[in-house]
């Protein structure tokens, strides 16, 4: 999964402070690392419920399982 590095920039933006293009590359690196671990937690979960499907709850709880 790619995470556009457009949408980054305009996420770091917001701080109101200029940012690198280095700094976007590595952001991005970072959001596509966390939204993989988050995806591989909710399948997690939701095969351990027995299920195909990947639902809102099951984000929820592998955003509690990873990010506290």
């Known amino acids: 999964m790619e995470f556009p590095l ?3 920039e305009k ?3 917001r701080t109101g402070l200029r940012v690198s293009d280095e700094a976007v590359t590595e952001f991005t ?3 596509e ?3 993989s ?3 591989a937690e909710a399948d997690a979960n939701a095969k351990s ?3 195909r499907t990947i ?3 099951d984000i ?3 955003k509690r399982a990873l990010l506290g």
């Open 6 to 8: 457009s949408a980054a």
């Open 11 to 13: 996420l770091l933006k």
């Open 29 to 31: 690196g970072l959001l």
């Open 33 to 35: 690392e966390i939204a």
């Open 37 to 39: 671990d988050l995806a």
């Open 49 to 51: 419920l027995r299920r």
């Open 55 to 57: 639902k809102p709850d």
């Open 60 to 62: 929820e709880a592998a």
